[in-house]
T-cell receptor, first 111, second 118 residues
Framework: EDQVTQSPEALRLQEGESSSLNCSYT??????LFWYRQDPGKGPEFLFT???AGEEKEKERLKATLTKKESFLHITAPKPEDSATYLC????????????FGTGTRLKVLA | GAGVSQSPSNKVTEKGKDVELRCDPI?????LYWYRQRLGQGLEFLIY????????KSGLPSDRFSAERTGESVSTLTIQRTQQEDSAVYLC????????????????FGPGTRLTVL
């Protein structure tokens, strides 16, 4: 069964304290892995799509990486405005369009 | 251009009433998805529309839930005889899905409709 597990569930960082969020996945064949940011009361905001192991993408203080079993979202020198829930989702190559979402990591960055 | 929009943003209803939620996808996006997000949980797939193909309704939790889409535009999600367990945020997403083309999979989400059933 296709599955996505995110860890940790919650993370508190001091401003400037770099860290990584983990997304482990089990899927019959990976078509794509997606990272989203979700602020309270809002819909998920697209961050990155990764397609193959070894691929990396960056945006400001965020960098996403992908292996055959997991993805990491690295946050370098975070700021309070990076506080949000970060969601990971996968899409299988079986032709399905469905995303399978993890439950997210709630990040709080303290000033 | 404009993103995905949803209305209403909030809906409070009484148990047993019917509700209708609306989604306007990004112009030109052929695929439209509905998800449900319960408090503290991940997104749960409900239904998918792609062009004129038959929708995939496999995620609808019961026959009280239904959805329609007019061509490649607006979609409505209807919940009949609402129950308290239907309380959640209902999210709509759209994409330019193409089975073959890489890079068309990314789904863009609306702000959601928060449904509260009293």
């Amino acid at each position: 069964e296709d599955q996505v597990t995110q860890s940790p569930e919650a993370l508190r960082l001091q401003e400037g304290e770099s860290s990584s969020l983990n997304c482990s996945y089990t899927v019959s064949g990976l078509r794509g892995l997606f990272w989203y940011r979700q602020d309270p009361g809002k819909g998920p905001e697209f961050l990155f799509t990764l397609y193959s192991a070894g691929e990396e993408k960056e945006k400001e203080r965020l960098k996403a990486t992908l292996t055959k079993k997991e993805s990491f979202l690295h946050i370098t020198a975070p700021k309070p405005e990076d506080s949000a829930t970060y969601l990971c989702a996968v899409q299988a190559t079986s032709g399905t369009y469905k995303y399978i979402f993890g439950t997210g990591t709630r990040l709080k960055v303290l000033a | 251009g404009a993103g995905v929009s949803q209305s209403p943003s909030n809906k409070v209803t009484e148990k047993g009433k019917d509700v209708e939620l609306r989604c306007d996808p990004i112009s030109g996006h052929t695929a439209l998805y509905w998800y449900r997000q319960r408090l503290g949980q991940g997104l749960e797939f409900l239904i998918y529309f792609q062009g004129n193909s038959a929708p995939d309704k496999s995620g609808l939790p019961s026959d009280r839930f239904s959805a329609e889409r007019t061509g490649e535009s607006v979609s409505t999600l209807t919940i009949q005889r609402t129950q308290q367990e239907d309380s959640a945020v209902y999210l709509c997403a759209s994409s330019f899905w193409d089975r073959v083309l890489i890079g068309t999979d990314t789904q863009y989400f609306g702000p959601g409709t928060r449904l509260t059933v009293l």
